[in-house]
T-cell receptor, first 112, second 114 residues
Framework: KQEVTQIPAALSVPEGENLVLNCSFTDSAIYNLQWFRQDPGKGLTSLLLIQSSQREQTSGRLNASLDKSSGRSTLYIAASQPGDSATYLC???????????FGTGTLLAVQP | NAGVTQTPKFQVLKTGQSMTLQCAQDMNHNSMYWYRQDPGMGLRLIYYSASEGTTDKGEVPNGYNVSRLNKREFSLRLESAAPSQTSVYFCAILARDKINTEAFFGQGTRLTVV
């Protein structure tokens, strides 16, 4: 059974810092991995999607990497801003069943 | 997110009452999902539908039923609501093209069972 873990559960950083969020998964037979952002009381917004054949994806200040063999993904946020404060969730798509399995998320607070 | 619409946005039920959460997509994709989100537990899959007319159980299906009436709509029904079903419910679709498979979510339904 696929299990997805995110570390840390919560993170507080001063504005301007670069930071890394971690996601690990137990079954490397994934189709892709997706990072989401969730603001309080809101739905999920897709940030980056990495196919199993890819090593990384970039969008603006965000960079996500994928090491499928070790079951790990990282989300790198450069020059963090207070507007980045949110919960960040990773989810793996197991492919055959097309089920998205989520981690429990990292709550990020960027202090001005 | 654009393309996935959930109703209602908020609902309060008394224990034992029933209700149906509605989800509709205008993106013409086959796969649709219902998740619940609880503090400290992330999103857990309740039911999913790979295509019109098919449904399958996810991680936490007990107490729920679903209906995939057509390609566009996927509803979640609570026949006899319990306080343990207090949660935020999200509908999602999995959009596939030749290269990517990407998930899109509705804005959620906040359900409180008292």
């Amino acid at each position: 059974k696929q299990e997805v873990t995110q570390i840390p559960a919560a993170l507080s950083v001063p504005e301007g810092e670069n930071l890394v969020l971690n996601c690990s998964f137990t079954d490397s037979a994934i189709y892709n991995l997706q990072w989401f952002r969730q603001d309080p009381g809101k739905g999920l917004t897709s940030l980056l999607l990495i196919q199993s054949s890819q090593r990384e994806q970039t969008s603006g200040r965000l960079n996500a990497s994928l090491d499928k063999s070790s079951g790990r993904s990282t989300l790198y946020i450069a020059a963090s801003q207070p507007g980045d404060s949110a919960t960040y969730l990773c989810a793996v798509n197991g492919g055959a069943t097309n089920k998205l399995i989520f981690g429990t998320g990292t709550l990020l607070a960027v202090q001005p | 997110n654009a393309g996935v619409t959930q109703t209602p946005k908020f609902q309060v039920l008394k224990t034992g009452q029933s209700m149906t959460l509605q989800c509709a997509q205008d993106m013409n994709h086959n796969s649709m999902y219902w998740y619940r989100q609880d503090p400290g537990m992330g999103l857990r899959l309740i039911y999913y539908s790979a295509s019109e007319g098919t449904t399958d159980k996810g991680e936490v299906p007990n107490g729920y039923n679903v209906s995939r009436l057509n390609k566009r709509e996927f509803s979640l029904r609570l026949e006899s609501a319990a306080p343990s079903q207090t949660s935020v419910y999200f509908c999602a679709i999995l959009a596939r093209d030749k290269i990517n498979t990407e998930a899109f979510f509705g804005q959620g339904t906040r359900l409180t069972v008292v």
